[in-house]
């Protein structure tokens, strides 16, 4: 069993920063990618943020240039910068985690930015 554990949202006014972590626990052997999602209310998930073990990151476009996704495998977590954030930006952020042919989730953080 592996599990997901977001910590790091909260309130923020825009302009503002924040710093996302998760880290995996379990039945862990290697992960392949992780990444993060993000829901607003009335709006489907979607992805935020991809990095691959070792490979290139990917980025929605609406926070390319503001957000950047690091990880460490060492330590099974994956990381997400914020800056600059706008009030668009709010939103439950989840934690995902490719392990073999499963992907995980966590329970989500909520991230709320003030105009």
């Known amino acids: 069993q592996v599990q997901l554990v977001e910590s790091g949202g909260g309130l923020v006014q825009a302009g503002g920063s924040l710093r996302l972590s998760c880290v995996a626990s379990?039945?862990?052997?290697?992960?392949?990618?992780m990444g993060w999602y993000r829901q607003a209310p009335g709006k489907q998930r979607e992805l935020v943020a991809a990095?691959?073990?070792?490979?290139?990151?990917n980025y929605a476009d609406s926070v390319k240039g503001r957000f950047t996704i690091s990880r460490d495998n060492a330590k099974n977590m994956v990381y997400l910068q914020m800056n600059s954030l706008k009030p668009e930006d709010t939103a439950v952020y989840y934690c995902?985690?490719?392990?073999?042919?499963?992907?995980?989730w966590g329970r989500g953080t909520q991230v709320t930015v003030s105009s």
């Open positions: 995902n985690a490719n392990i073999g042919n499963t992907y995980y």
């Open positions: 379990g039945s862990i052997f290697s992960i392949n990618v």
């Open positions: 990095i691959p073990r070792g490979g290139h990151t």
